[in-house]
């Protein structure tokens, strides 16, 4: 597993900016308040449990105009994804709704718990300015 994780990473970090894009065309070039917000937990790095087991990413994204779902979203990320030369075709979206905000961080941050303390990837985690100003 180790020896992939820098791969992992640098396959992260180059399909974020293609996922900005997605989200919101070219706005979050333009405008730093249309930047997704985008929460990377990378899992796996410490599996010695299971052989099936792979590394693999979760994503929280918010702060972008749902209405940028649409059909063909699923299908670019894919490509993008996979494009990144690791990627596989296994993408799922699971929307967060209102109220389920803890459980679904504590779903990402699973890995804490097993003695990962960095399974939040500061390096590939995104947060607009103006969201940090409080």
């Known amino acids: 597993m180790r020896q992939n994780i ?12 293609k996922l900005n ?23 796996g790095t410490l599996n010695t449990y299971d052989r099936n087991r792979t ?3 979760h994503l929280a994204i918010g702060n972008f105009d749902s209405s940028r779902l649409d059909v063909n979203f699923l299908e670019k990320a894919l490509e993008y994804w996979q494009g990144t030369g690791i990627g596989t075709d296994d993408i799922k979206l699971y929307p967060l709704l209102l109220g389920r905000e803890q459980g679904w961080g504590r779903y990402i941050n699973k890995e804490a718990y097993k003695g990962n303390d960095m399974c ?10 103006h969201l940090l100003v409080d």
């Open 6 to 17: 820098s791969l992992a990473t640098e396959a992260i970090s180059r399909f974020i900016p």
């Open 120 to 129: 939040i990837d500061f390096s590939n985690t995104q947060i607009p300015k």
């Open 55 to 57: 590394l693999h990413f």
């Open 21 to 43: 894009r997605l989200l919101t065309g070219n706005g979050y070039r333009r405008k730093q308040e249309y930047l997704p917000v985008i929460v990377t937990s990378f899992e």
